[in-house]
């Protein structure tokens, strides 16, 4: 299962937004496109980047069959100000509110408008952080929605409920429990998707929100590495999570 990938390719969206009137009109299929973003994941977190401890064979296989982009940097050094340069397309000093509390405004030209306006089905699944009210995927170019609007409540891989489009989906107990991993529904939704709309150009952007915190993982996930990495004064937590 592909869970993760670089802010090295968060330029791709953007560029094929950028090129999409020179196809959109041709007669051979659109490509469709599925961004997906890790928050917080560094290039040098990858084996296909060099890194030496953790395995990402899914994500090393991507590279290896496509492309690396080695010079790119995000828009800002921090997540909601570097959200809104890679869906507007705009530098930060154009972002109407500053730092963290960014909102975007009605009528907001997105990659999901642009791609909605060349027939693409659009869809966010993950962390948004974009605002609410006028700010929500749903007004901002996305026909289909699924995760966290708030940045803060996607620090919590174990949530009482996420969103989809304007209705809460429930998962009681689940911060109690940890039977659910928010990751793992987003997979899901994804998934769905993608099957739903495999007969027609979509564009999925799929930002999830790991690694960046809670640091927490299913004990299946952290099996592998248990005693074999970390630092003795900063220990990895494990949540559990039912087969």
């Known amino acids: ?32 496109f599925i961004f997906i973003l890790a928050d917080d994941l560094g290039y040098g977190d990858l084996g296909c980047f060099g890194q030496k401890h953790i395995k990402t ?46 909102q975007l405004a009605p009528n907001t030209q997105t990659i999901g408008t642009v791609l909605q306006a060349a027939g693409y089905r659009t869809a966010c699944v993950g962390k948004w952080g ?3 009210n006028t700010g929500l995927p749903n007004k901002q170019g ?17 949530p009482d409920y996420v969103w989809r489009n304007d209705q809460k989906v429930m998962l009681p107990d689940n911060p109690q429990t940890h039977e659910i991993y928010v990751h793992d529904l987003f997979t899901e939704e994804s998934l769905q998707f993608i099957r739903d709309n495999q007969g027609r150009p979509f564009f ?27 630092d003795p004064e ?10």
């Not at 993760?4 to 469709?32: D, K, Q, T, Y």
């Not at 909601?80 to 154009?94: D, F, K, Q, V």
């Open 130 to 132: 974009l605002g609410n």
């Open 1 to 32: 299962m592909i869970r993760v990938i670089s802010h090295s390719i968060r330029l791709a969206a953007i560029v094929g937004a950028c090129w999409l009137p020179s196809f959109c009109c041709a007669s051979e299929p659109r490509p469709n």
């Open 234 to 243: 900063r220990p990895c937590r494990a949540g559990a999570r039912k087969a």
């Open 57 to 102: 064979p899914n994500l090393d296989r991507l590279c290896a069959e496509g492309m690396k982009l080695t010079s790119h940097y995000s828009g800002s050094t921090v997540c909601a100000p570097s959200r809104y340069t890679l869906i507007t397309g705009r530098h930060i000093g154009r972002a109407e509110t500053i730092g963290q509390g960014q």
């Open 204 to 230: 999925l952007y799929l930002p999830y929100t790991i690694p960046h915190a809670a640091v927490l993982v299913p004990e299946d996930s952290l099996a592998p590495y248990v005693g074999k990495l970390g």
């Open 142 to 158: 996305f026909d289909h929605w699924f995760g966290f609007v708030s940045q803060t409540r996607a620090h919590w891989y174990f």
